[in-house]
């Protein structure tokens, strides 16, 4: 890990997919976990874009570099929609400086120039406007009342290259070891 940005424990790392018990909010959404443990949990939203563009989003974290102007920017959560994060493919790019990684393949930034040097090798990446987050021991009660499931492993295919509309139900077959993709609506009701 390189920088300072928040230490990795053996509990981070990890994709929730919602169930149909999840709050409204959360509804038919994918989370990758960043930070779980006793002072809390933090993730990211991977299948919501956000109102505005990368190019706007990037003029607005100071941001330098220039991207298609077609590219979206995602919410990554209603906590601090004012920070911008970088989720970046690992395989695709040196890690660079104040990043981190979250499994072999994804890695995460919150530094401006990190995310200049991701984006000016054109590596792929999303950037996320703000973070979900969970108090002490909220995150493992939702998942032991049915709200998540948790995916066995981080697929950076999920994260850099599925469609958006097609996020939450390739990870819910994924989670539920039906193939991709499924015909029809992925629903768990009659999974």
Do not use: K, Y
Not at 4 to 22: C, I, N, Y
Not at 137 to 165: K, Q, Y
């Amino acid at each position: 890990m390189h920088g300072t940005m928040f230490r990795m424990g053996p509990d981070e790392g990890f994709l929730l997919v919602a169930t149909p018990q999840a709050e409204t909010e959360h509804r038919e959404t994918v989370v990758l976990v960043a930070v779980h443990g006793d002072e809390g949990s933090l993730g990211f939203v991977l299948n919501r874009p956000s109102a505005c563009t990368l190019a706007e989003a990037m003029v607005n974290l100071g941001i330098e570099g220039r991207v298609a102007p077609d590219r979206l920017a995602f919410f990554g959560g209603r906590t601090r929609p004012d920070i911008g994060w970088m989720l970046f493919d690992a395989r695709a790019c040196v890690e660079p400086e104040d990043s981190c990684l979250l499994s072999p393949e994804v890695g995460v930034t919150a530094a401006a120039d990190a995310m200049g040097a991701i984006l000016s090798v054109n590596a792929p990446a999303l950037l996320l406007l703000g973070h979900v987050t969970w108090e002490p021991g909220d995150l493992d009660d939702e998942i032991a009342s049915g709200a998540w499931i948790r995916a066995p492993f981080v697929d950076p295919r999920l994260v850099f290259e599925t469609p958006i509309a097609r996020r939450w139900s390739d990870a819910t077959c994924d989670v539920l070891g039906m193939p991709r993709p499924w015909l029809g609506v992925a629903r768990f009701a009659t999974a």
